[in-house]
């Protein structure tokens, strides 16, 4: 795959930047990875990562699978994606400051202009979090 | 981090038979408006899941931890800009170690987030 910098592959800025790197990229599956750092936005006073910051990396490692593919396609910016749905998330435990998140996010269907898919994030610890989410993509 | 007085504000809440209403106000100064996205305020809908908690919160009296989601929809596309305040409609019934949550954030007719499930005393 190619090495493009996250900046083309996701919309999203600090302090709301929760994706450091796209690992692997196949036709329907991605790896991403997220260093949790005390000064994220979603870090909760015990140094833990909120569980809305794991539905957030979750929804942006959706984002920078969908901006690889359209940077492919010779998109000069990343579409913006929202989240529409989120659906049999379940959260293990939340992952403290310093742990490395490894995401797999798996397309299971894609429409003109939405994608359903499935996102499982580990740690070191094991699963923290697993969900269905519907993103809209606007390019 | 803690969102209240940050992201949003309550500037109302009552409470009725197992249902309560926040008044809610979106801070269009939050930070997080500089990188989501940058020139186009969008609220992100994990701030809306993280407040939701905290409100909850607030109803219980302890510390919560989001179990499971059931099913979150998010159906209209939230900005300070374009709805400076929301009501927030929270049924919490208590279950064996926390409590399952039925939200609807509204404005008017326009519904913003649908949400169902399961938030655990988090010890």
Same mark, same amino acid.
């Given at each position: *795959? !190619?090495?493009?910098?996250?900046?083309?592959? +996701?919309?999203? !800025?600090?302090?709301? &930047?929760?994706?450091?790197?796209?690992?692997?990229?196949?036709?329907?599956?991605?790896? %991403?990875?997220?260093t949790v750092r005390s000064d994220n936005y979603f870090i909760?006073?015990?140094?833990?990562?909120?569980?809305? #910051? $794991?539905?957030?990396?979750? @929804?942006?490692?959706?984002?920078?699978?969908?901006?690889?593919?359209?940077?492919?396609?010779?998109?000069?910016?990343?579409?913006? #994606?929202? /989240?529409?749905?989120?659906?049999?998330?379940?959260?293990?435990?939340?992952?403290?400051?310093?742990? !490395?998140?490894?995401?797999?996010?798996?397309? *299971?269907?894609?429409?003109?202009?939405?994608?359903?898919?499935?996102?499982?994030?580990?740690?070191?610890?094991? /699963?923290?979090?697993?969900?269905?989410?519907?993103?809209?993509?606007?390019? | 981090?803690? $969102?209240?007085?940050?992201?949003?504000? +309550?500037?109302?809440?009552?409470?009725?038979?197992?249902?309560?209403?926040?008044?809610? @106000?979106?801070?269009?100064?939050?930070? &997080?408006?500089?990188?989501?996205?940058?020139?186009?305020? &969008?609220?992100?809908?994990?701030?809306? =899941?993280?407040?939701?908690?905290?409100?909850?919160? %607030?109803?219980?009296?302890?510390?919560?931890?989001?179990?499971? =989601?059931?099913?979150?929809?998010?159906?209209?596309?939230?900005?300070? $800009?374009?709805?400076?305040?929301?009501? $927030?409609?929270?049924?919490?019934?208590?279950?064996?170690?926390?409590?399952?949550?039925?939200?609807?954030?509204?404005?008017?007719?326009?519904?913003?987030?649908?949400?169902?499930?399961? *938030?655990?005393f988090d010890v």
């Amino acid at each position: *795959m !190619r090495d493009i910098a996250l900046e083309k592959l +996701i919309p999203q !800025r600090s302090p709301i &930047v929760m994706v450091d790197g796209l690992l692997e990229v196949e036709a329907e599956r991605a790896v %991403t990875s997220f260093t949790v750092r005390s000064d994220n936005y979603f870090i909760d006073t015990d140094g833990c990562l909120a569980e809305a #910051g $794991l539905i957030e990396h979750i @929804a942006q490692s959706a984002s920078a699978f969908v901006g690889y593919k359209a940077v492919e396609k010779g998109a000069d910016a990343p579409p913006v #994606g929202y /989240i529409g749905e989120v659906k049999r998330f379940d959260c293990r435990f939340r992952p403290r400051t310093g742990d !490395r998140l490894l995401t797999v996010v798996s397309v *299971m269907a894609e429409a003109e202009g939405v994608i359903l898919i499935q996102g499982t994030t580990r740690t070191d610890g094991g /699963i923290a979090a697993e969900t269905q989410m519907k993103v809209y993509v606007k390019a | 981090m803690q $969102l209240e007085n940050n992201y949003y504000r +309550i500037v109302g809440k009552r409470i009725t038979d197992g249902q309560a209403l926040f008044r809610i @106000a979106f801070l269009p100064d939050c930070d &997080v408006y500089r990188g989501h996205f940058p020139g186009n305020a &969008v609220c992100p809908g994990a701030c809306h =899941i993280e407040m939701l908690k905290e409100c909850v919160e %607030t109803l219980v009296g302890k510390p919560l931890f989001i179990r499971t =989601i059931k099913q979150c929809r998010f159906t209209a596309i939230a900005s300070p $800009l374009v709805c400076p305040q929301a009501d $927030l409609t929270v049924v919490c019934i208590p279950v064996s170690d926390g409590v399952a949550v039925e939200a609807r954030l509204t404005d008017g007719e326009k519904v913003y987030m649908d949400y169902r499930g399961k *938030m655990a005393f988090d010890v």
